[in-house]
């Protein structure tokens, strides 16, 4: 109840900025909409706005649950198979050095116009945070617990099972956090490059007749599914794994 409140706060207090600067410069609408602009977009549309919104809460939350799980098998492999993870680690950090605006367009062609494109977007921007996190995790387990399991008859794979997995567990949750805003972000840049519907369609289309207000509504509507599906991760993260309770 206090986060919800301290958010409220925040949000009230960004509303009345807003607010203040729309009443001190006197900016046209089509440049900044004030906050009952971009409310009365939501009233004119809002079956418009909650179609559109569907597109795209599936298309990050299919490119979040891929992302995550690849990413989390990737970190796995590199760790459990050394000689792999020597060659496919600097290969990943190649790739993550690439622009997404870049890659966008080559999904478009290769994979077109539809849902697809967009997945695979937000997949690889999911992808990367987590594997890195969750290698990260694993890499650091305790030597000294390492070198005490190999005082015993446990094999590397018990011992990445039993130890060392379940102790990078926290890092892979970690992972997720920063990951679940970015979900959006994947999703919407596929939209921005070339669709037929969701949010970042929206704006390309609202943006290119400056109805700066829709854009505005499309955005505060993006900003409240980063918010949620990172209040998931952050309230069902710590049931299954309750040894990473710490924020």
Same mark, same amino acid.
């Given at each position: 109840?206090?986060?919800l409140a301290l958010a409220l706060r925040t949000v009230l207090v960004l509303l009345l900025v807003w607010q203040s600067a729309i009443w001190l410069f006197q900016p046209p609408r089509y440049i900044l909409p004030s906050p009952l602009d971009v409310a009365l977009a939501f009233q004119r549309q809002p ?111 018990? &011992? ?6 379940? *102790? @990078?567990?926290? !890092? #892979?949750?970690?992972?997720?956090? =920063?990951? +679940? ?32 207000? &829709? ?6 509507? *993006? @900003?409240?599914? !980063? #918010?949620?599906?990172?209040?998931? =991760?952050? +309230? ?12």
């Amino acid at each position: 109840m206090a986060a919800l409140a301290l958010a409220l706060r925040t949000v009230l207090v960004l509303l009345l900025v807003w607010q203040s600067a729309i009443w001190l410069f006197q900016p046209p609408r089509y440049i900044l909409p004030s906050p009952l602009d971009v409310a009365l977009a939501f009233q004119r549309q809002p079956g418009f706005l909650f179609g559109h919104s569907l597109t795209t809460i599936a298309e990050m939350a299919l490119g979040f649950v891929l992302g995550s799980a690849f990413g989390a098998l990737t970190g796995l492999a590199i760790v459990a198979l050394p000689r792999l993870g020597r060659l496919l680690w600097p290969i990943l950090l190649v790739l993550q050095s690439f622009p997404v605006f870049v890659i966008a367009p080559l999904l478009v062609v290769w994979f077109g116009f539809g849902m697809g494109s967009k997945v695979i977007m937000a997949t690889i921007i999911i992808f990367f945070p987590v594997a890195s996190a969750f290698t990260d995790g694993l890499r650091r387990t305790d030597p000294e617990l390492i070198d005490a399991t190999a005082l015993t008859t446990a094999t590397h794979w018990q &011992t990445l099972r039993y130890v060392r997995l379940p *102790l @990078a567990m926290p !890092s #892979l949750l970690t992972g997720l956090r =920063v990951a +679940a805003p970015l979900a959006p972000l994947g999703a919407v840049i596929g939209e921005w490059v070339g669709a037929s519907a969701g949010l970042g369609f929206v704006m390309v289309q609202a943006n290119a007749r400056m109805q700066t207000d &829709t854009v505005f509504a499309a955005m505060t509507v *993006l @900003a409240v599914l !980063s #918010l949620v599906l990172r209040h998931l =991760v952050d +309230a069902l993260g710590p049931r299954l794994i309750p040894w990473a309770s710490e924020p």
